[in-house]
């Protein structure tokens, strides 16, 4: 069963800083581009970074560059986003998911995937 698991989402407050993890099950991450994508209430789900499988390269959405890496390692099979420098309007549901075949800039800007975590909740509020 392909499974993914987001985890490290929680309350922080302006300027601080979280990690989020993906960690893949029935399946080998390394194979596949995979994103994080966030939604808050009421809007629509946008890409936030995306990592390709074959020469580790990335997207950013506009309003988080320089403030967030996303990186992988294959080895645990788990995809990471660090993010610095959190603002309010970071705050939303982060998920990961992982796609068959697409670029990373298409992946992010349509928002679009195959297989999705159920999300983890981002507040950054003081």
């Known amino acids: 069963q392909l499974q993914l698991v987001e985890s490290g989402g929680g309350l922080v407050q302006p300027g601080g800083s979280l990690r989020l993890s993906c960690a893949a099950s029935?399946?080998?991450?390394?194979?596949?581009?995979i994103g994080w994508f966030r939604q808050a209430p009421g809007k629509e789900r946008e890409g936030v970074s995306c990592i390709a499988s074959s020469d580790g390269s990335t997207y950013y959405a506009n309003s988080v560059k320089g403030r967030f890496t996303i990186s992988r390692d294959n080895a645990k099979n788990t995809v990471y986003l660090q993010m610095n420098s959190l603002k309010p309007e970071d705050t939303a549901v982060y998920y990961c998911?992982?796609?068959?075949?697409?670029?990373?800039?298409?992946?992010?800007?349509?928002?679009?995937?195959?297989?999705w975590g159920q999300g983890t909740q981002v507040t950054v509020s003081s």
């Open positions: 998911a992982a796609a068959h075949t697409t670029t990373v800039q298409a992946m992010c800007v349509s928002a679009s995937g195959d297989y």
């Open positions: 029935g399946f080998t991450l390394d194979y596949y581009p």
